[in-house]
Every structure is written in structure tokens, then in C-alpha cells.
């Protein structure tokens, strides 16, 4: 899911910085106002641990990898804005020290994985939880379908930014310029994989953690619950 | 140090990376040129010109220069990089939330 430089056009990968820029600054002023001092260890925390969890490839059908990102779990630990924070840092880290995703690309990619999907897991998380306790089953599966939802919206945003190049940026004879693959091939080659593997994988880790630290640090998500209040 | 445990399992997972190495194949759509030519044949222009004079990252791939000798070699060399990112994440996400929440990063 971290797209490399070249794949997408000049103006669309400034055009997606541009739009990251605001959601920054918005998420910083969250961080200042609304994040307990107490939990900044929490948030670096947290920013490791999504740097970390997508070096886990794991095998997808198609021959191919992909991995969770965690931005869900983060969400819904200190509040989706604190959690886009957290997610850009690593993918910083991931870009400029280690060539995981383009530079120019950063902001694609952080509007992907460190916006939209921690903001649509923390959505179905929030309608699915109702009034469950962290202790509660249902807190737990209603972190899975967040995380489950979360990663495949992100796919699909990635999808569609790549398919769009094609389309978009091409020679007069219609050969394309950047990504060459249009939509009818993005759209299934990465919402598949994600919806049957990188999906649950993405449940089961957002799932699995919520239920462990709801049972047993159910104080943790109390900075969750008054981030977006 | 608080969330002492948290560390203990970035810790444990630092170390079990090179699991996260074995699965074979790439991403989809992160090939670099010479991927994309064996998929369609060419490679687009301004996909050629927009990488080139793109030089590799210090720790391109997650590998660490000199550490490339077998499977134990790479396995280290991915711990080590597991380790350096994860820990430079930490503390730059620690010194700006700490600056931008005022009182600097003490």
C-alpha cells in the first residue's frame, strides 16, 4: 500500500501533499489540545508499534504481500487525529530511511494510511460499539470490523489514485505515463487481496489488542473516547 | 519508564521481523522499473523520469550495507533496521507531541 515514487503524476502526488498539509496541522492543534501529556509516551508508542507491524508481510492470494498498518488501533486508542500523527511518522521514517514508499508520495500515502484509514475505522468502530465497555465482546469485534473496514477503504483510495493515472496523464496515442494500470485492474488487484487476507489480518490484530488491553488496561481507552468530543 | 510493557512487546517485535521478510513476492504495485517493464513490456516515461537520480535510501529495504551475506546476515540486518526505525518514530513522535504541547521536549 505505500506507493513508490514515479507511479503517480507530479500533480496529483503535490495535489494529495496539499490536501495531507491542513489534515497535519489539524491533527497536531488535536494532539496540543486534546491529548493527556501523560500519554505522549502512549502516542510514540503507538507510532513504533505501526512502524513495526507493517514489516510483518504476510503472503497474499495473487503472489503477492501486504501487511496491517495498526491506524485503527491507534484510533481507537488516542482518538483518529493523534492517530494520523502517529501513522505519518512512521511513514516518514519508512520513506526516508528505508525507500518504503516514495518521498514525493509521502503525502498519498500518509492521506491514505495515516487519514482515511484510521478516520473510516474509527467511523465503524464508534457505530458498531454502541454503549460496550472495553471489557465487553463487543468493544473487541467492533475494533475488528473497524480495522477490517479501515484497511479496505484505504486500498480502495489507494486503488483508485493509481488507476487514475492512466487515465489522467498519458501520450497522445493513449500510452501512459505513470502508473499504467487502469482502474479495472487496480480495483480488483488490491481491494482482493485485502478484502480476503490483509483485511482480517487487520481484524484480528485490531480485534485481538483491543480485547486484551480492554480486559486488562481498560483505562487505556479513555483518551479515545473524549478525542473526538 | 511508563507503558513499560508496551516497550517489552516492541521489543519482542523488533526481533521476529525477519518472519515479516519471508513471505515471497512483493507488494502489488510497488515494483520499481524494471518490475513494471516485465508486467507490461515498457516502462512509462514519466514513471523513468520522475525516478531517476533517485538514489536509494540509507537503509534501502530494510537492509543494512554489508549485512547481505545469507540468511542470518539479513535476518540481522532486518532487526537492526527494525530497531533504528522503530526507535527513531519513537522519538520524533515523542519530541513533537511534546513540543507541540508546550514545555518543551524535557
Known amino acids: 500500500m505505500h506507493i513508490p515514487d514515479g507511479y503517480l503524476s507530479p500533480r496529483m502526488a503535490g495535489a494529495l501533499w496539499i490536501a495531507s498539509a491542513p489534515l497535519w496541522a489539524l491533527s497536531l492543534r488535536a494532539i496540543r489540545r486534546r491529548l493527556n501529556r501523560r500519554r505522549v509516551p502512549l502516542l510514540a508508542l503507538l507510532s513504533a508499534f505501526s512502524f513495526l507491524i507493517m514489516m510483518f508481510n504476510i503472503p497474499l492470494p495473487g503472489g503477492t504481500t501486504g501487511h496491517a498498518v495498526g491506524a485503527v488501533l491507534i484510533a481507537i486508542l488516542v482518538g483518529p487525529w493523534a492517530a494520523m500523527t502517529a501513522v505519518t511518522l512512521a511513514l516518514a521514517v519508512q520513506a526516508l530511511l528505508f525507500g518504503d514508499g516514495g518521498i514525493l508520495a509521502l503525502g498519498a500515502n500518509s492521506f491514505n494510511m495515516a487519514f482515511v484509514m484510521p478516520f473510516a475505522g474509527w467511523l465503524v468502530f464508534r457505530l458498531c460499539r454502541g454503549a460496550a465497555r472495553p471489557k465487553d465482546a463487543r468493544f473487541a469485534i467492533a475494533a475488528a470490523a473497524g480495522g477490517y473496514v479501515g484497511i479496505n477503504v484505504a486500498a480502495l483510495i489507494v486503488a483508485i489514485e493509481l488507476g487514475l493515472q492512466p487515465i489522467l496523464h498519458h501520450l497522445p496515442d493513449g500510452t501512459p505515463l505513470y502508473c499504467p494500470f487502469t482502474l479495472g485492474v487496480t480495483i480488483p488487484a488490491m481491494m482482493i487481496p485485502h478484502l480476503v487476507v490483509a483485511g482480517a489480518a487487520e481484524a484480528i490484530l485490531t480485534g485481538g489488542v483491543a480485547a486484551f488491553l480492554g480486559k486488562y488496561h481498560p483505562e487505556l481507552f479513555e483518551a479515545g473516547q473524549e478525542a473526538m468530543k | ?106
Open chain 2, 1 to 106: 519508564m511508563i507503558y513499560r510493557r508496551g516497550w517489552i512487546v516492541l521489543l519482542v517485535l523488533a526481533i521476529l521481523t525477519p518472519l515479516g521478510i519471508i513471505a515471497a513476492g512483493g507488494a502489488w504495485g510497488e515494483w520499481d522499473l524494471d518490475g513494471v517493464r516485465a508486467r507490461v513490456g515498457f516502462a512509462p516515461d514519466g514513471m523513468r523520469e520522475s525516478t531517476a537520480g533517485g538514489a536509494d535510501r540509507p537503509l534501502q529495504e530494510y537492509t543494512v550495507p554489508g549485512l547481505d551475506k545469507g540468511f542470518f546476515h539479513e535476518g540481522l540486518g532486518t532487526i537492526l533496521s527494525a530497531l533504528l526505525g522503530a526507535g527513531f518514530t519513537a522519538l520524533i513522535a515523542f519530541a513533537l507531541a511534546r513540543t507541540v504541547k508546550g514545555g518543551g521536549i524535557h
